[in-house]
């Protein structure tokens, strides 16, 4: 987690530095919450339909339907994972003076350092989460042939 310019020495910054990392880290707060956000949407699928199918109340090929929609929320996932990493390099940057005042645009730190694609999805807080959403519904199919 990135610390606000503000707590350096004030003299140090200016206040379009601060404005700019403020605006940045807005942008890195906004991604980390829409990732758990969906986190918490593939988590409530993959439960309500491993419980039905479990009760017979829906066919077992409908799991093939909604792997494929775990799969879109786990794309979704890491693209916010990646958006959330560039745009504390982008904090980090504004705070080391690397970063012009007032351009917090991300784009430019996506796929490099930790908002690498691989590095994403090897997450601790994707891997696990995906991998046990997709798991669930599978063994719920397979117990309940």
């Known amino acids: 987690m990135t ?16 404005a700019s990392w403020s605006a940045a880290d807005a942008k890195r707060r906004d991604a980390d919450n829409r990732s758990a ?6 988590v409530a ?15 077992v090929t ?10 879109i929320l786990a794309y979704q996932d890491v ?13 980090d940057a504004i705070r080391a003076g690397e970063r012009a005042a007032l351009n917090t645009d991300p784009r430019g730190y996506i796929g490099k350092g930790t908002a690498t694609l691989p590095r994403a999805i090897a997450s601790k807080v994707v891997w696990p989460v995906h991998l046990a959403t997709a798991v ?7 117990l309940s042939a």
Do not use: H, N
């Open 62 to 71: 409908f799991v093939a339907v909604v792997l494929g929609a775990l799969a």
């Open 3 to 18: 610390t606000a310019p503000a707590t350096e020495t004030a003299a140090e910054f200016t206040p379009a530095q601060i």
């Open 79 to 91: 693209f916010y994972i990646r958006l959330q990493r560039a745009c504390t390099a982008v904090c």
């Open 37 to 42: 956000t969906i986190r918490g949407w593939a």
């Open 45 to 59: 699928l993959s439960s309500a339909v491993s419980g039905l199918v479990m009760t017979d109340k829906a066919p």
């Open 136 to 142: 669930l519904p599978i063994a719920a199919a397979i």
